[in-house]
């Protein structure tokens, strides 16, 4: 018998073997993937936008072209302290999430100086059903996305926290913003961010596969003025899931990728 023929036929014997004691031809890893934007229009989100109801657009901030979602401001004579937020619609909570993203073009006129370059990705964010209509943003842990100056160095995929605090390193963090140790990307390339959130645990922010920021116990902060509106029957503040929604925060950003995998408990 031919050598190959001897392996399927010890194959077909260990066949029964693997199926009864469970064993299962691995899956495909890309089968695990949700992908959230699917590259034709923005099935499955939701705009808010400052001093707007949920829902309404406007000025087609948010719009795919040539198979990007992209944050546009041509139709704004300023921007106003318009902050945008795209609410998916679903909610999470032990996950992997990708982004692609890339800064381009120039700031709206009337943007804040800090929100040049600047975007991010809301975790575990309030139901949008919640929002005000006039709120800047969500209650949620923020993933910022910076993009480099052209000058000096200006990290991304920072921490910041709209309504809620963080522990790292065993302490309390009540500071708004914490800085990654990620390098700074100038100009207008790609930039991979991948958040790793398991629930109430510990959350991991990665940039082009290095991990730049880590902390646990993400939690609503009683000195917000949400704190009571937010806090379930429960009394627990610490945060398990909650939405995602990208910004737009007044410069001209695209994404071309938005996946998602479930992680176990």
Known sequence: MKRIDLLRAGWILLLPLMLAIGCQAPKSAE????????????????????GFEAG??????????????????????????????????????????????????????GGPAWALRNSGVMIHGQPLATMEKDQDFPVSIEVQFLGGDGTGERPTCNLCTPGTNVVMNGQLILDHCSSSSSKTYHGE????????????????HI??????IVYEQPQLDDRDPSFTKLLPATGDKLLRSGTLSL?????????RKVELKVLED
């Open 207 to 212: 940039v082009n596969g290095d991990t730049v």
């Open 56 to 109: 309404d657009n406007f000025a087609n901030t948010f719009r795919v072209e040539d198979g990007l979602l992209k944050v546009r401001y041509d139709g704004y004579d300023t921007f106003g302290d318009r902050f945008a937020h795209l609410f998916y619609k679903d909610t999470f909570s032990h996950y992997l999430l990708r982004i692609e993203y890339r800064f381009v073009g120039e700031q709206c006129p």
């Open 189 to 204: 390339e790609w930039v991979t961010a991948e958040v790793e959130v398991h629930g109430s645990g510990i959350i991991r």
């Open 247 to 255: 910004q737009g925060e007044s410069h001209p950003i695209d994404f």
């Open 31 to 50: 089968h695990d993937w949700i992908q959230l934007f699917n590259g034709k229009d923005l099935e499955g989100w939701t705009p808010k936008i400052r």
